[in-house]
């Protein structure tokens, strides 16, 4: 009787090719380990505490494992366990009457020690733990031959690919090759008939398996068409409870000799047939013929595979190198790199350039750079990178120092880097990039005074003294003192204004606050607030009675005759003034109010007088708990809600995150915004604790909802100070994730106000960080409303800032504006934050952020905040603008260009409501005098002089700027012709100025 050989002898072929080359390796790794000194002092304990383990087996795995008619534990892996635990001296209880299915269950739920023989997958590993293997096979692909060449996966697309229930390869598959239709069968043996008798196109199998089953069940007609990249590597595994075991097994493992690893082998994968032919004979001439041909067509695809592998790393490799020459190019950095073990430098030309040098000056010796740096800054500097390299590359390297310039001038740099170590911890290299941050800083610095000072008295202004109050008030209440608000006003002063002018006001202005300043002490603090309003703080105070003093000598000093051109003007001041600490802890805010209330007092009781608060009689702190009860009552009754406002990314439209913001549905008022209910309440630290608990439940349990409807989104929530600075507030955090286990860190962001983040720095800033150590991410929003200092921001923890929407909204129509934005996105990038703009209002809006280098926005012209059942389909709706995909970041120094832009925009603004006769005042009209006619003559770069439209740009200045002064000092009746005449001229100059700030 003759028999097919076709899958029985191929499989064995290529399984004791295999076996052969896993035995060689073992050899390698294998040292025979005498066990008995191998083990730890814990691990021999830990086996002493355990006698017993109970194991689960495969019970229908032939060759490896199964149980036999006679209720026999059989198989290699059998063999290898009984090793196991003859070497170990315990007793393995094997669990016989479970399915594998159930086996993996019983695993999951820790009611099992051990598992005999699994394959590793990521799916497993989350409950067990796995030797090394003991034995590895590959895996096949076996069909009928009646379907052409199938020698790989990728060839088996659209087909179906029988798999056994609960194996590896299924789920690997599921992962790897989505598109294969699997037919799930019970064991191999179904598998086998299934690809006989065409229900499978293939089985994909071990190929140990597959040689024992086509001999056991004498289905020998099939073939081995090829092999799958997988391999079965068969290791003990035990539960995640029990890590030691790991340890222990692995040692047990490795004491079996090679030679008995190799009788197992060959006993269970011997060579067994009855034929009517010789097999010996067969088998002989076969085995070197097939191994010869399995091994030139093995390493034919291999070697083509590793070319094809290079050819595309090299390609990528290439790739890489273009994009990254564009990254630095584009981001003007100068890159360094310094030979640690030779003190050499590689100093890039934008390095150079940088320094105002020609490209080559610079010696490329760390020396020299060291003689740049600033006498005071070299030790601060040495001492960063030292830090940095004792933390053997841990982080990055990032310092700020100053280095000298060609012309004598310093420069302010920040630089970033990153180290290369030597396997014994050697630092070999340092590399990376310098920024120069002079521009920011001097352009922050400027802005910080210019925003925090008056212009007029050169006093600290609301926003200023709102920080110095909070200090003060914070060290008082350390020290055990007090401190005494003033709020002073000038009397009558809106008839001095109306009678004198102006002009009159500011010298009563002027005057007041110097003689202010020369009454109160150093320690104290005098500030205007804004019109007639000034405020003294007054700190170091023991008692009530000791501001007394300073109140009678202003009330003295400030009544006076002033005099101007010519013009005797009399002037006093009525004077609040309120205490600090209080019964409650109440926030600066409501102190200024109600030193405020104290002053109107004293105008009520006939002015020229100082009244104190009384607090037991303020109807506002009644206002105020009505206010907060109104609002508790509203939170029973549901009537607070959340309302949800998109971010997007302008570059490619793409919805980024939402930002969760509060509203009241009134019954009798409506919708209500935050800023029309919040104020009266907000400095009330156990009610904005209480809300702010609301609003994380809820929008914790919305973004859950989204999540499990498929939506992947991020969502902003924002806290108040008080939030921030209780101790547990990141504790109170982790407890809510795992009350929404769906919701993961990294898709929460905390928005905090600038003002806020500032109030008990330190407190704070801890907070911000263990609540970043979660996952989470932090926010600044309404950056440039309360002008933090540099030294703040770089060491407070945050990811992202938020443009105060009040300066995104004025961009286009005030230089100030437009200049605050591009200081606020320099220094985000300064400080490798993301930054997002509020209050994107329209195209035009989006098309200037984007030039200026920022991408992520949110506001009107995107979406205005909605209800939560309005976001999903809003956001499959959402096309954006397909003119922002377009924009790309434009050259620091075409920037100006922006400027001079929104400049000219205003000029024809002035001059369109002059031709309205909405306003008296006649706009400059010589093309000299105006911004961009100043950039035309003196300002332009020789590169920007050499453009092709520069000439046209100045020409057609020219004749603009020649007929407006023609025109519209006597403009007539054909002001609309006129008008329409000098915007088509603007348009132009507009057009060209485009031109320019495109170009790099």
Request: proline share 3%; glycine share 6%; charged share 25%.
């Given at each position: 009787?003759?028999?097919?050989?076709?899958?029985?002898?191929?499989?064995?072929?290529?399984?004791?090719?295999?076996?052969?080359?896993?035995?060689?390796?073992?050899?390698?790794?294998t040292?025979?380990?005498?066990?008995?000194?191998?083990?730890?002092?814990?691990?021999?304990?830990?086996?002493?505490?355990?006698?017993?383990?109970?194991?689960?087996?495969?019970?229908?795995?032939?060759?490896y494992?199964?149980?036999?008619?006679?209720?026999?534990?059989?198989?290699?892996?059998?063999?290898?366990?009984?090793?196991?635990?003859?070497?170990?001296?315990?007793?393995?209880?094997?669990?016989?009457?479970?399915?594998?299915?159930?086996?993996?269950?019983?695993?999951?739920?820790?009611?099992?020690?051990?598992?005999?023989?699994a394959?590793?997958?990521?799916?497993?590993?989350?409950?067990?733990?796995?030797?090394?293997?003991?034995?590895?096979?590959?895996?096949?692909?076996?069909?009928?031959?009646?379907l052409?060449?199938?020698?790989?996966?990728?060839?088996?697309?659209?087909?179906?690919?029988?798999?056994?229930?609960?194996?590896?390869?299924?789920?690997?598959?599921?992962?790897?090759?989505?598109?294969?239709h699997?037919?799930v069968?019970?064991?191999?043996?179904?598998?086998?008939?299934?690809?006989?008798?065409?229900?499978?196109?293939?089985?994909?199998?071990?190929?140990?398996?597959?040689?024992?089953?086509?001999?056991?069940?004498?289905?020998?007609?099939?073939?081995?068409?090829?092999?799958?990249?997988?391999?079965?590597?068969?290791?003990?595994?035990?539960?995640?409870?029990?890590?030691?075991?790991?340890?222990?097994?692995?040692?047990?493992?490795?004491?079996?000799?090679?030679?008995?690893?190799?009788?197992?082998?060959?006993?269970?994968?011997?060579?067994?047939i009855?034929?009517?032919?010789?097999?010996?004979?067969?088998?002989?001439?076969?085995?070197?013929?097939?191994?010869?041909?399995?091994?030139?067509?093995?390493?034919?695809?291999?070697?083509?595979?590793?070319?094809?592998?290079?050819?595309?790393?090299?390609?990528?490799?290439?790739?890489?190198?273009?994009?990254?020459?564009?990254?630095?190019?584009?981001?003007?950095?100068?890159?360094?790199?310094?030979?640690?073990?030779?003190?050499?430098?590689?100093?890039?030309?934008?390095?150079?350039?940088?320094?105002?040098?020609s490209?080559?000056?610079?010696?490329?010796?760390?020396?020299f750079?060291?003689?740049?740096?600033?006498?005071?800054?070299?030790?601060?500097?040495?001492?960063?990178?030292?830090?940095?390299?004792?933390?053997?590359?841990?982080?990055?390297?990032?310092?700020?120092?100053r280095?000298?310039?060609?012309?004598?001038?310093?420069?302010?740099?920040?630089?970033?880097?990153?180290?290369?170590?030597?396997?014994?911890?050697?630092?070999?290299?340092?590399?990376?990039?310098?920024?120069?941050?002079?521009?920011?800083?001097?352009?922050?610095?400027?802005?910080?005074?210019?925003?925090?000072?008056?212009?007029?008295?050169?006093?600290?202004?609301?926003?200023?003294?709102?920080?110095?109050?909070?200090?003060?008030?914070?060290?008082?209440k350390?020290?055990?003192?007090?401190?005494?608000?003033?709020?002073?006003?000038?009397?009558?002063?809106?008839?001095?204004?109306?009678?004198?002018?102006?002009?009159a006001?500011?010298?009563?202005?002027?005057?007041?606050?110097?003689?202010?300043?020369?009454?109160?002490?150093?320690?104290?603090?005098?500030?205007?607030?804004?019109?007639?309003?000034?405020?003294?703080?007054?700190?170091?105070?023991?008692?009530?009675?000791?501001?007394?003093?300073?109140l009678?000598?202003?009330l003295?000093?400030?009544?006076?005759?002033?005099?101007?051109?010519?013009?005797?003007?009399?002037?006093?001041?009525?004077?609040?003034?309120?205490?600090?600490?209080?019964?409650?802890?109440?926030?600066?805010?409501?102190?200024?109010?109600?030193?405020?209330?104290?002053?109107?007092?004293?105008?009520?009781?006939?002015?020229?007088?100082?009244?104190?608060?009384?607090?037991?009689?303020?109807?506002?702190?009644?206002?105020?708990?009505?206010?907060?009860?109104?609002?508790?009552?509203?939170?029973?009754?549901g009537?607070?809600?959340?309302?949800?406002?998109?971010?997007?990314?302008?570059?490619?439209?793409?919805?980024?995150?939402?930002?969760?913001?509060?509203?009241?549905?009134?019954?009798?008022n409506?919708?209500?915004?935050?800023?029309?209910?919040?104020?009266?309440?907000?400095?009330?630290?156990?009610?904005?604790?209480?809300?702010?608990?609301?609003?994380?439940?809820?929008?914790?349990?919305?973004?859950?909802?989204?999540?499990?409807?498929?939506?992947?989104?991020?969502?902003?929530?924002?806290?108040?100070?008080?939030?921030?600075?209780?101790?547990?507030f990141?504790?109170?955090?982790?407890?809510?994730?795992?009350?929404?286990?769906?919701?993961?860190?990294?898709?929460?962001?905390?928005?905090?106000?600038?003002?806020?983040?500032?109030?008990?720095?330190?407190?704070?800033?801890?907070?911000?960080?263990?609540?970043?150590?979660?996952?989470?991410?932090?926010?600044?929003?309404?950056?440039?409303?309360?002008?933090?200092?540099?030294?703040?921001?770089?060491?407070?923890?945050?990811?992202?800032?938020?443009?105060?929407?009040?300066?995104?909204?004025?961009?286009?129509?005030?230089?100030?504006?437009?200049?605050?934005?591009?200081?606020?996105?320099?220094?985000?990038?300064?400080?490798?934050?993301?930054?997002?703009?509020?209050?994107?209002?329209?195209?035009?809006?989006?098309?200037?952020?984007?030039?200026?280098?920022?991408?992520?926005a949110?506001?009107?012209?995107?979406?205005?905040?909605?209800?939560?059942?309005?976001?999903?389909?809003?956001?499959?709706?959402?096309?954006?603008?397909?003119?922002?995909?377009?924009?790309?970041?434009?050259?620091?120094?075409?920037?100006?260009?922006?400027?001079?832009?929104?400049?000219?925009?205003?000029?024809?603004?002035?001059?369109?409501?002059?031709?309205?006769?909405?306003?008296?005042?006649?706009?400059a009209?010589?093309?000299?005098?105006?911004?961009?006619?100043?950039?035309?003559?003196?300002?332009?770069?020789?590169?920007?002089?050499?453009?092709?439209?520069?000439?046209?740009?100045?020409?057609l200045?020219?004749?603009?700027?020649?007929?407006?002064?023609?025109?519209?000092?006597?403009?007539?009746?054909?002001?609309?012709?006129?008008?329409?005449?000098?915007?088509?001229?603007?348009?132009?100059?507009?057009?060209?100025?485009?031109?320019?700030?495109?170009?790099?």
């Open positions: 009787m003759k028999k097919s050989f076709s899958i029985y002898t191929i499989s064995i072929l290529v399984l004791f090719f295999f076996l052969n080359v896993a035995s060689a390796n073992d050899e390698l790794i040292k025979n380990l005498d066990l008995t000194k191998a083990l730890t002092a814990q691990e021999s304990a830990w086996l002493l505490s355990h006698p017993v383990l109970k194991m689960g087996i495969d019970r229908d795995f032939a060759p494992e199964w149980i036999d008619s006679n209720g026999n534990y059989k198989g290699l892996t059998a063999d290898y366990i009984a090793l196991v635990e003859k070497y170990l001296g315990v007793k393995i209880e094997i669990v016989k009457d479970k399915s594998w299915a159930q086996i993996l269950e019983m695993a999951k739920r820790g009611e099992i020690d051990m598992i005999s023989d394959v590793k997958t990521l799916n497993r590993e989350k409950y067990l733990i796995f030797t090394k293997p003991f034995i590895s096979t590959p895996i096949v692909i076996v069909d009928n031959g009646q052409g060449y199938l020698d790989t996966l990728e060839r088996l697309e659209g087909k179906t690919v029988a798999v056994e229930k609960g194996y590896f390869i299924s789920e690997l598959l599921s992962r790897d090759y989505p598109n294969l699997q037919l069968v019970k064991n191999v043996h179904e598998a086998l008939k299934a690809v006989l008798n065409g229900n499978a196109d293939v089985y994909l199998g071990d190929a140990g398996l597959v040689s024992y089953a086509s001999r056991s069940s004498g289905i020998l007609s099939l073939h081995i068409s090829g092999q799958t990249p997988y391999m079965s590597k068969h290791s003990i595994a035990a539960s995640i409870h029990h890590p030691e075991l790991i340890s222990i097994l692995n040692k047990a493992l490795d004491s079996i000799p090679i030679n008995k690893r190799k009788e197992i082998t060959y006993h269970w994968f011997s060579l067994d009855e034929n009517t032919i010789h097999p010996e004979k067969v088998l002989k001439y076969s085995l070197v013929i097939v191994i010869f041909i399995f091994i030139i067509l093995y390493w034919n695809r291999r070697l083509s595979r590793e070319i094809k592998k290079t050819k595309e790393f090299e390609h990528s490799l290439e790739e890489e190198r273009n994009r990254f020459a564009l990254a630095i190019e584009g981001a003007q950095d100068g890159l360094w790199d310094w030979n640690l073990q030779t003190d050499d430098v590689m100093l890039s030309e934008r390095f150079e350039i940088m320094l105002g040098y490209p080559g000056d610079l010696p490329q010796y760390i020396d750079w060291f003689e740049l740096l600033h006498p005071e800054d070299k030790d601060k500097a040495l001492k960063v990178v030292q830090e940095y390299l004792d933390a053997k590359g841990n982080g990055t390297y990032e310092g700020t120092f280095l000298r310039a060609k012309d004598g001038s310093w420069r302010l740099i920040l630089g970033r880097g990153k180290a290369q170590f030597a396997t014994d911890g050697t630092p070999l290299r340092l590399v990376g990039f310098i920024t120069d941050i002079s521009h920011q800083i001097e352009f922050q610095e400027k802005l910080e005074h210019t925003a925090k000072h008056d212009s007029l008295t050169n006093l600290p202004n609301r926003f200023l003294l709102s920080e110095l109050l909070t200090l003060a008030m914070n060290k008082v350390r020290n055990d003192q007090h401190l005494a608000l003033l709020f002073i006003d000038i009397d009558g002063f809106k008839e001095i204004n109306d009678n004198y002018g102006y002009d006001g500011n010298k009563i202005l002027s005057t007041m606050a110097m003689r202010m300043h020369n009454i109160v002490r150093k320690s104290d603090t005098v500030s205007r607030l804004g019109g007639d309003e000034f405020v003294i703080v007054a700190t170091d105070l023991k008692n009530k009675n000791e501001i007394i003093p300073m009678e000598r202003l003295s000093e400030l009544y006076s005759n002033i005099s101007y051109d010519e013009k005797q003007m009399n002037v006093s001041v009525s004077i609040g003034v309120t205490l600090y600490p209080q019964i409650d802890d109440i926030g600066n805010e409501v102190l200024l109010r109600q030193a405020d209330q104290a002053m109107y007092h004293a105008k009520l009781l006939g002015k020229n007088q100082y009244q104190f608060f009384d607090l037991g009689a303020s109807e506002e702190l009644k206002e105020q708990q009505k206010h907060i009860l109104n609002l508790r009552e509203a939170i029973k009754k009537q607070l809600v959340l309302y949800y406002q998109p971010k997007i990314d302008m570059t490619n439209n793409q919805v980024l995150g939402l930002e969760a913001l509060l509203r009241w549905n009134d019954p009798i409506g919708l209500l915004y935050p800023d029309s209910f919040l104020p009266l309440v907000e400095h009330e630290a156990s009610f904005m604790i209480d809300l702010g608990q609301w609003v994380f439940e809820n929008a914790f349990s919305q973004l859950e909802a989204w999540h499990l409807q498929g939506l992947d989104i991020t969502l902003s929530i924002n806290v108040s100070a008080y939030e921030v600075q209780q101790q547990n990141s504790t109170y955090l982790q407890e809510l994730f795992k009350k929404y286990p769906d919701i993961k860190p990294n898709t929460i962001e905390l928005e905090l106000l600038e003002t806020a983040a500032f109030d008990n720095f330190e407190l704070t800033s801890n907070t911000l960080r263990e609540c970043q150590e979660l996952g989470v991410s932090i926010a600044i929003d309404d950056f440039g409303t309360g002008y933090a200092s540099l030294n703040y921001l770089k060491e407070l923890p945050m990811d992202t800032l938020k443009i105060d929407k009040s300066f995104v909204i004025d961009l286009l129509n005030t230089s100030k504006s437009l200049s605050i934005v591009e200081a606020a996105i320099g220094l985000a990038h300064a400080f490798n934050c993301k930054v997002v703009a509020e209050g994107v209002e329209s195209e035009e809006h989006g098309k200037i952020l984007l030039q200026l280098g920022c991408d992520i949110q506001g009107y012209a995107i979406a205005k905040a909605m209800p939560a059942q309005d976001i999903i389909d809003w956001i499959h709706s959402y096309k954006g603008f397909a003119s922002w995909e377009l924009i790309e970041p434009i050259n620091v120094d075409n920037r100006i260009l922006l400027h001079l832009a929104i400049e000219h925009r205003n000029w024809i603004n002035s001059i369109e409501l002059f031709l309205q006769n909405k306003t008296s005042i006649l706009p009209l010589s093309s000299e005098h105006c911004k961009l006619g100043e950039w035309l003559l003196n300002g332009a770069s020789k590169e920007q002089h050499s453009h092709p439209d520069f000439e046209s740009l100045n020409k200045h020219v004749v603009l700027h020649d007929y407006t002064a023609e025109v519209l000092p006597f403009s007539g009746n054909n002001k609309a012709q006129e008008l329409k005449k000098i915007k088509e001229l603007n348009d132009e100059i507009l057009q060209i100025l485009e031109v320019l700030i495109k170009k790099d």
